[in-house]
């Protein structure tokens, strides 16, 4: 067992309830808590105090470099994302190769597996599915076909 200095000993501590330091001997902390050790050779016991004034400061520098990390990463997505609409996006008279560039633009702007990627994906699913119907429904499918192509426009 290691001591609270950090070197081997034998000796054990055993910890006091947490007091209000106010009423406790000496400090200018909140709370403390006091290690006793078994040995009776130890006079002194060892005292961890703490302060709600020291946590809260040390909160405040912590939390404010977070804030400073969060602000700088705000600030490039901000650019990023003017960059990325100042970009066109190619367009195609065909449904099939308009979804495609778009699911290219989806992975390069946003990420891939990201943002529209699965509804790009399905939408490309719909137009590529196999189209062996019988020929009234065929042109049911034909007029749902050309619904949905000229709603995305």
Same mark, same amino acid.
């Given at each position: 067992?290691?001591?609270?200095?950090?070197?081997?000993?034998?000796?054990?501590?055993?910890?006091?309830?947490?007091?209000?330091? %106010?009423? !406790?001997?000496?400090?200018?902390?909140? =709370?403390? *808590?006091?290690? +006793? #050790?078994?040995?009776?050779? @130890?006079?002194?016991?060892?005292?961890? %105090?703490? !302060?709600?004034?020291?946590?809260?400061? =040390?909160? *405040?520098?912590? +939390? #404010?470099?977070?804030?400073? @990390?969060?602000?700088?990463?705000?600030?490039?997505?901000?650019?990023?994302?003017?960059?990325?609409?100042?970009?066109?996006?190619?367009?195609?008279?065909?449904? @099939?190769?308009?979804?495609?560039?778009?699911?290219?633009?989806?992975?390069?702007?946003?990420?891939?597996?990201?943002?529209?990627?699965?509804?790009?994906?399905?939408?490309?699913?719909?137009?590529?599915?196999?189209?062996?119907?019988?020929?009234?429904?065929?042109?049911?499918?034909?007029?749902?076909?050309?619904?949905?192509?000229?709603?995305?426009?």
């Amino acid at each position: 067992m290691r001591s609270v200095d950090g070197t081997k000993s034998a000796d054990k501590y055993f910890a006091s309830w947490s007091s209000d330091v %106010s009423s !406790s001997i000496g400090g200018n902390d909140d =709370y403390s *808590v006091y290690l +006793y #050790s078994n040995n009776p050779d @130890v006079d002194q016991p060892v005292r961890f %105090s703490m !302060s709600f004034a020291k946590i809260h400061e =040390y909160m *405040v520098n912590r +939390y #404010s470099l977070l804030s400073n @990390v969060v602000s700088v990463i705000e600030k490039k997505h901000g650019i990023f994302i003017a960059e990325q609409r100042q970009l066109r996006i190619g367009r195609s008279s065909n449904v @099939v190769e308009q979804l495609q560039i778009l699911l290219k633009e989806n992975s390069t702007r946003i990420r891939k597996d990201d943002g529209c990627h699965y509804d790009i994906l399905t939408l490309i699913e719909l137009f590529t599915a196999p189209q062996d119907f019988l020929e009234q429904e065929r042109q049911e499918v034909a007029q749902y076909l050309n619904f949905t192509a000229c709603i995305g426009r």
